[in-house]
């Protein structure tokens, strides 16, 4: 049984930081792209990063590189998020997902193939 269990997220005020975590359990990850879809308010799923196993670079949103910083730990199956300079428009609920076409993550066309149960942001002056 696939799990993905986030930790992190809260809430942070413009300019601050916060670092996600997600611990993934029932796959391999290397086999997967292991990453972080957003939802706001009232906008549409976006794919904000996602790390593989290959030397090949991660992807981020282009609203977010720069900012954010995506990296695995594969010795204890968990991957990280670390976001500095918030912005407002970072609020969201942050869902960890994991699947084997990292294309989703730059054009959302189905839901990925396991995700967790999301993780609230805030950024709030």
């Known amino acids: 049984q696939v799990q993905l269990v986030e930790s992190g997220g809260g809430l942070a005020r413009p300019g601050g930081s916060l670092i996600l975590s997600c611990e993934v359990s029932?796959?391999?990850?290397?086999?997967?792209?292991i990453g972080w879809f957003r939802q706001a308010p009232g906008k549409e799923r976006e794919g904000v990063s996602c790390i593989t196993n290959t030397d090949g670079a991660p992807f981020y949103t282009d609203s977010v590189k720069g900012r954010f910083t995506i990296s695995r730990d594969s010795a204890k199956n968990t991957v990280y998020l670390q976001m500095d300079n918030l912005k407002l428009e970072d609020t969201g609920v942050y869902y960890c997902?994991?699947?084997?076409?990292?294309?989703?993550?730059?054009?959302?066309?189905?839901?990925?193939?396991?995700w967790g149960q999301g993780t609230r942001v805030t950024v709030s002056p």
């Open positions: 997902a994991a699947d084997q076409d990292p294309l989703i993550w730059a054009v959302p066309s189905r839901l990925p193939q396991s």
């Open positions: 029932g796959i391999t990850l290397d086999w997967y792209c």
